[in-house]
């Protein structure tokens, strides 16, 4: 998905701003980034991709074009992949950010067009640690 990309390329330009700044601050801008860039993370497969800062988490939202109906067991599958790919990726690209060493974190929430939760993980500190 092309979401991936875009969303750590924008955290990789944000690592810079974090300097001196609130932990807040810095997600708010993620977010803000996120949404300004959106229509060049949509793809085939995702509808809308949105990021909303509360506090010191980016939650960012996807909606997917993924039938109805699709079993737990698929869905547990489809969210093991996904963060199979992104943890590592969002813990390299913080590596070296300060406000993720202060506590900035993400939510990443994906639907499908019927607003059925499909996937939901959190991507912090502590789960960098496992990778």
């Known amino acids: 998905m092309k979401t991936t990309l875009i969303v750590f390329s924008l955290l990789s330009s944000s690592l810079c701003v974090a300097q001196g700044t609130t932990v807040e601050s810095v997600a708010l801008y993620i977010a803000q980034q996120h949404n300004q860039n959106q229509k060049n993370i949509l793809d085939d497969m995702t509808v809308t991709s949105t990021a909303e800062a509360v506090g010191k988490n980016v939650r960012i939202t996807n909606i997917l074009r993924v039938k109805r109906g699709l079993s737990q067991a698929k869905r547990n599958e489809f969210q093991i ?10 813990c390299k690209t913080n590596l070296e950010n300060a406000a993720f060493e202060k506590g900035l974190y993400y939510t990443f929430l994906y639907f499908n ?3 059925e939760k499909l996937a939901e993980f959190i991507v912090n ?3 960098c640690g496992r990778v």
Not at 81 to 90: N, S
């Open 81 to 90: 992949a996904l963060y199979d790919e992104l943890v590592p990726k969002a």
């Open 113 to 115: 067009t019927y607003g």
């Open 125 to 127: 500190k502590r789960a």
